[in-house]
């Protein structure tokens, strides 16, 4: 959690703040993801911790934290497609039509994860699975539904994480899946959260980015001295 927002954090600033220094063609992806990224280690990871230590997490906030946790995920995968198709096509994030039309793709990620985390909620879905360290959605009463939510959230969101879809498709008896598939699951998301920030320092401009941001703070807490005055001395 520490690593995720302090890094997070640290990515977010440097591209605000030293945005000459850190040129990005296709920063406004990169910044969507950043955002998701910074909020789930805020407050998906903080969330699982504080279920951890109290033992579960009670209404409103588990409804609350299983919105977020869907329109986080959601949103990252939506950012990473959108940064692969301006790759390909060499869109910048500004100075296009096309930019625009990057911009609309952004936020409808955002608002498809939130969609389809409201689902579960308006369904009664969610409850605290000990396993996740979280609140989970929880199929117990018509397998037709939890077969046509998760299609069609794999169809639109373009989810990756097909295995696991697999798996819970496979189990007509609507029972959980195993306790160490569903800690692995949350334990992977968390770290993803993690590793962004790692691999943007892989990046020289990045890194020569941050060094300007501390060296002239530094400078500024301390500024040169400045001839003000000449005295002559006889």
Not at 11 to 16: N, P
Not at 45 to 53: N, T
Not at 141 to 148: A, I, N, W
């Amino acid at each position: 959690m520490v690593l995720g927002v302090l890094g997070n954090g640290l990515v977010l600033i440097v591209k605000v703040v030293c945005k000459d220094h850190f040129q990005c063609l296709y920063w406004l992806p990169l910044f969507s993801l950043t955002i998701s990224d910074f909020f789930c280690s805020i407050l998906i990871i903080c969330g699982s911790l504080l279920a951890v230590l109290s033992e579960g997490q009670i209404s409103p906030w588990c409804e609350v934290v299983s919105l977020l946790k869907f329109t986080f995920i959601t949103s990252s995968i939506g950012s990473l497609a959108i940064l692969c198709v301006q790759r390909f096509m060499g869109i910048p994030s500004k100075g296009k039509m096309l930019s625009v039309l990057m911009a609309v793709a952004c936020v409808a990620s955002w608002c498809t994860g939130t969609i389809f985390g409201a689902v579960p909620v308006a369904y009664k879905w969610i409850r605290y699975d000990p396993a996740e360290m979280l609140c989970a959605v929880f199929w117990e009463s018509s397998y037709s539904d939890m077969l046509v939510y998760i299609l069609c959230a794999f169809s639109i969101s373009i989810f990756v994480p097909f295995l696991l879809i697999l798996v819970l498709l496979g189990r007509f008896d609507l029972s959980p899946s195993p306790e160490w598939l569903r800690s692995l699951s949350s334990v992977m998301a968390y770290l993803d959260c993690v590793l962004n920030p790692f691999i943007y320092c892989t990046n020289k401009d990045f890194r020569k980015a941050v060094r300007i941001l501390f060296w002239n703070k530094r400078r500024s807490t301390f500024p040169d001295p400045v001839l003000t005055s000449i005295t002559r001395l006889e």
